[in-house]
């Protein structure tokens, strides 16, 4: 069958447009234009920032019931433990705050995964399997 959606953007509305803009170059590598944050192309992570009007139009995932830990509002799937591990490193260096702290999850392939939060408290998890 033809492959007929090549990629997908999330759209944030962010609290103030310059600090997202700033927070998704220098911490997450994004290419950052006036219309996108991208990194690793547009079938890597993709994003659109808008500005929105207030504080309270800003509404970042809530913990799911009975969960105190952050539900991703983004999920970046990772190639293999090492890239993730590589990840992890770049961004905590570069003064992400994490939110997750990188575990394994044996009962799930076994998967590995970590979660960082931008300035509006976006939770942006990277997680995959070791091939």
Not at 21 to 45: H, M, N, P, S
Not at 68 to 81: G, H, R, T
Request: charged fraction near 25%.
């Amino acid at each position: 069958m033809k492959k007929l959606i090549h990629s997908s953007l999330k759209v944030l509305l962010v609290s103030d447009l310059e600090k997202s803009k700033k927070f998704y170059a220098d911490v997450i590598g994004c290419e950052v234009t006036d219309w996108w944050a991208i990194r690793d192309g547009f079938t890597g992570l993709g994003l659109k920032l808008l500005q929105a009007n207030g504080p309270e139009d800003v509404h970042p995932n809530r913990p799911a019931k009975g969960d105190q830990l952050p539900v991703a509002d983004i999920y970046c799937y990772i190639e293999d433990w090492s890239a993730l591990d590589e990840l992890y490193e770049e961004f905590k260096t570069k003064g992400a705050k994490v939110v997750i702290e990188p575990w394994v999850d044996p009962q799930a392939g076994p998967w590995k995964e970590f979660a960082i939060v931008d300035p509006d408290n976006y939770c942006l998890a990277f997680g995959g399997t070791n091939k």
